[in-house]
């Protein structure tokens, strides 16, 4: 069996859906492939947050990626706007300066990025694949202009885009970090996102607490890692949370350019924490190049 494309993306994550998506309404014939739709992209809840981490750095083109992020989004599921990031007293004035460029209001010893905000990602996937040419097959081998599938099969295509995340980086060599995440869903809800050490958004509380791994696996939870997520949810909420269930996903972190070309074409991926937000704008980015 041969399946040929203009473009072949590899990957249904919210980074290979979102480019296929793109060139499909550009009148490219793309094809998606991939094993499943979504693997670290099926987490509950994702924010989209350029304000990162305890240190409150801005994320690359963070600005810019919001912007497109909100145009992309908001045309497949409904976005939850508002996030509210707790400021310790001391780290105030240098946000301040951060935020010049960002919609914000202070509110409560923290700040309120009023146009970051968080969806659920799964009926965002779901909405993203609607009507678009998609093959399920695992594939074992990237032989440009051939991906090469289980069971025997290929797929054709004059440009081949890798969007595998971590779980198919070996078949491109990729050296990055494989950063395992937990999230709880909980018996409660959080209309708006609060995010310190840990977030909390929807009835979702997640963060990460193992280290990064060189290769991909899927941890089971450990004990100090529910701990840790129901201590920073105490922190901010002033209680514990009960917990409903737990998901596991790892986040896959190369250093930058996260858009690059590889033989046979280019790979979009490595993004760490900020998928959601970068995936609209460098899928945009890319898409202007076919
Ligand atoms: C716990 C946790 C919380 C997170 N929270 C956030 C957040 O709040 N905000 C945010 O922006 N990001 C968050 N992230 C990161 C975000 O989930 C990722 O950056 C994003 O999902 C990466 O998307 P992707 O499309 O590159 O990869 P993935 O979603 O991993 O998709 C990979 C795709 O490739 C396919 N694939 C891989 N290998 C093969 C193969 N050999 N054959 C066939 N198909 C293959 C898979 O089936 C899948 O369809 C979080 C991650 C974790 C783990």
Do not use: C
């Not at 494309?5 to 499909?24: H, M």
């Not at 981490?53 to 908001?74: D, H, I, P, Q, V």
């Amino acid at each position: 069996m041969l399946r040929e494309a203009e473009v072949v993306v590899l990957g249904a994550g919210v980074v290979g859906l979102t480019l296929a998506r793109l060139l499909w309404k550009r009148g490219r014939k793309v094809l998606v492939v991939a094993e499943a739709l979504g693997e670290a992209s099926r987490v509950p809840v994702a924010l989209v947050n350029p304000l990162r981490g305890r240190r409150f750095t801005l994320a690359e083109e963070g600005e810019r990626a919001l912007e497109a992020a909100l145009g992309f989004y908001s045309r497949f599921v409904p976005l939850h706007l508002g996030v509210f990031r707790p400021v310790p007293e001391k780290d105030r004035p240098k946000v301040a300066e951060r935020l010049a460029s960002l919609k914000h209001r202070w509110e409560g010893g923290g700040v309120v990025l009023e146009e970051a905000f968080w969806l659920e990602p799964r009926p965002l996937l779901e909405r993203l694949a609607q009507g678009l040419p998609f093959l399920r097959g695992r594939v074992l081998a990237w032989e440009p202009p051939y991906l090469r599938l289980e069971g025997g099969g290929r797929v054709r295509g004059e440009v081949l885009v890798y969007a595998g995340g971590g779980r198919g980086a070996h078949l491109l060599a990729l050296e990055g970090r494989h950063i395992p995440g937990l999230v709880l869903t909980l018996l409660d809800y959080f209309p708006r996102a609060l995010s310190y050490r840990v977030y909390l958004a929807g009835a979702a509380l997640g963060g990460s607490y193992l280290p990064g791994e060189k290769g991909y696996r899927l941890p089971p939870p450990t004990e100090g890692e529910v701990d840790w997520l129901l201590r920073g949810a105490e922190a901010l909420l002033g209680y514990r949370p009960q917990v409903a269930s737990a998901w596991r996903g790892v986040r896959f972190r190369l250093g930058a350019p996260h858009l690059f070309p590889v033989e046979g074409g280019w790979a979009l991926t490595g993004f760490g924490s900020t998928g959601f937000l970068h995936a609209p704008l460098l899928a945009e980015r890319l898409a202007a190049r076919f």
